[in-house]
């Protein structure tokens, strides 16, 4: 589709507003970004013997978040929240974020608009300071459609080879959780129930508004080399446990009584608050296995880890996926992480 001229001058007031919002960060990463916004093409630095890792996600209206319900600084925190904690799952450092935005015509155009984006991007600037995450570039562009689509990708660094990734569990390694389960599932069905938008703010314990990626623990793991597997927590513990076990060709037998879940999840009946806890997406906790010699500490960065259960060779008949409740019954869990706003 053409761009028309005012289309492309909102285009430019917005990338200078996000050069405004974003300015440039803190000392650490002032060596990782040798040329940030304003040129063609960004210029990273690694660090001397270390690797590059590269994630990205979407955040769509409608699927991840709506903007009748979510305060635009939510969007924002969640949007770069998402990336951050799959850097935090393999133990990375954030080097920098890159943002591709698709806004309607509206929000380029109208001051209520300008208002939505500021707070968007005010959202992710706060998440980006917190972890000291320059944002590098990005594209803007006008939708069609009338919705609003965002592309975070972020490059980390981390020590060549020393990654944590989904296969490195064995058979006999114990499985730890950071942090609760099931907050974010109890906080979006309020939300949902309520049908009006928030008003959580990122001071607050708020699960679904502001997940906190757990980059502190993500790289502690990897320096002290205490997990043999990582993987956040952002489809479910049912359905990211599945790949764990695929990923490194064992099953897990979980205990059901004692799944640390958030005080949210803690206040629905029994049954949705386990449900929450084994199916509910978007903790973005990070899920773990060590071997069973290793002295994994009470809490990482200050966040508390909970054993949770065992791994074990797979066979062909048994679950790969088994909880255990308190009198000692098995029960299969199949993947059944939560599918957004598609239901
Ligand atoms: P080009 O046409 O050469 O791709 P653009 O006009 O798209 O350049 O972008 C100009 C500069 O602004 C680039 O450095 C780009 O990375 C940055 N930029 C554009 N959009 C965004 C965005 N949404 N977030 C961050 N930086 C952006
Ligand atoms: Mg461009």
Known sequence: MMRTRSGKLGELA??????????PPAAANRGSVALGIGDDCAILRPPRGSEILVTTDFSLENRHFRRDLHPAVSAGHRCLARGLSDLAAMGAKPMAAFLSLALPSELLKSAKGRRWTSE????MDSLARQYDTPLAGGDTSESSGGLILADIILIGSA??????????????????VTGSLGGADAE?????HSGRRSRAKASGDHPHFFPQPR???????LRRRLATAAIDLSDGLSTDLTHLCRASQVRAEIDAAVLPLHPLAAQLPPDEALHA??????DYELLFSARPGTRVPASIAGVPITRIGTLHPQTGRRPLISLCDSDGKMTEVKPAGWEHFNS
């Open 215 to 221: 980059l502190g623990v993500g790289s502690a793991l």
């Open 277 to 282: 806890a084994l199916n509910g997406g978007e």
């Open 188 to 192: 979006l069905k309020a939300l949902l």
């Open 120 to 123: 968007f991007f005010s959202g």
């Open 159 to 176: 020590p060549i080879g020393r990654s944590l990734r989904r296969s490195g569990a064995c058979p006999g390694n114990f499985l730890y």
């Open 14 to 23: 917005l990338i200078e507003q996000i050069r405004r919002t974003f300015s």
